[in-house]
């Protein structure tokens, strides 16, 4: 604990200066030996010793990957055989949810959440500020003496990713983003988080094929126009740092890695190898897939949703859904070279290995493209595997409700620390270990003012509502339907018949409209909860 030298320090200091007055200096020396002896050896030890069975712990945290982007848990044609292997040497949940967002950048409220074990409606605003008193998860480990390590996207503000780490590298979003995989500004670690847009940096293949960086200049149009032939992929790159750092640590100390891949994310880029994997014609759809979504749903417009024309077209979603995993071949491809390793350097029996991802993505269910809904696959739910040596169960599925603000406070019971009392998440460790079947009866989820949702056992009622919205572009409008589905995720995971006129749901759907407004009270959902917002669900519904 890094608490304690201060403590030691402290109690010797005070044992001095109530020796002040002893003239002699055999009886001084004696007492602060044996008061030295009583506080220190005994921490000394424990300390060290808790070191040194204390397991590394790297948490894998992949961008718009849904559940059913890894062939072992959605049993689809996407070929993962390094995730599928995670699943084999661990523990995976089924139902794994992001809770919501607040912004159409929901990988930011995301990582907001996994980095504080807080929910959506804790985060200061929609989570692009860690503000001081929510302890991130970073720093729950340095606390705990490991040395922590980022690589990858950081979605946050400076400051919480300085003070979450003490080392790090290939930084990823500080300032400059070319919407290009393959000329992905990269920045180096910066203890004092002062991070310079034109400290942003190119990988580039120079002649001879050698990876050198270059300056990010004016010439840096935006994307995606890059291709394999000018640099490595953002995954290729975040995996080889991650790869070296594992394979030249020589710390006592444990590390606690945090390497945040930034695909699966659109612009679906992957080398041509993985591309040819996955014909277009080829490809089959889901069970959900749709030309266009049945109704306004509050967000038809936007970044995510403008990637593919409209209709979507069967063509046209094939085209996304044949991108969508060639891009995550190619990482999974990405992901077992971190895994050897692991292996290679020893350290993979001593490590827990965390893999999740920050939100679904439709890619072509229900007629959209992005991750601004809260159907399942399309919106919340996610891979949420603890793998390795050290997970007993190998092979194994829970189906206990989880979110992503769980791995917080899981990850620490695993290695025996307690949770930051800012952290509001719960321990999984139970469920994995099979003490307990479930930590909660139901999930809750929100998108904005327009969608909520409400899990309870098998059924889902997803409401949406009418509301008002403000955009700098549009000014005040009004936007959405009201609508409401309820599904039987059990039979009907991709969300396809929706139940709630049949008369024989009818009072299904009251219980579960009536359950989640309780909820929504208890969980805090106003609009004065989320610092910036106008508009809130409830005042429309
Ligand atoms: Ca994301």
Redesign the pocket.
Known sequence: MKEKPKFLLTQIQFNLSNLMNYKNRFSLCILVVFSTLLVLPVSAQKRKAKKKDQPNVLVIYT??HRFSGVHALGNMQVKTPNMDALIADGVSFSNGYLMGAFSGA??VP?RAMLLTGRNVFELQGQGHTIPPEHTTIGEAFQAQSYNTHIVGKWHQDNASLARSFDSGDRIMSRGIYLVDHFRMPSWDWKKDGDYKKEEGYLLVYDTDGKVVRRPVTKEDKRGPTGTEKNGPHTSEIYAESASEFIMDYKKKDPFFMYLAFHAP?DPRQAPQKYKDMYPIEDIILSPSYLEQHPFDNGHMFLRDEELAVWPRTPDVAKEQLSDYYAIITHLDDQIGKVIASLKESGAYENTLIVFAG??GLAVGNHGLMG?QNIYDEDGVHIPLVFSGNLIKDKGSKREAFAYNFDIFPTILDFIGADAPSSVTGTSLLPVINKEKSIVRDYTYHAYKQFQRAYRKGDYKLIEYVRAKDYTKKDGETTRGSRVTQLFNIKNDPWEVYDLSFFPKYAEQVKTMQKEMKEKAKELGDTKANIEGENFGFWEFY
């Open positions: 961008d718009d929901t990988c995301s994310h920050d939100s991750k």
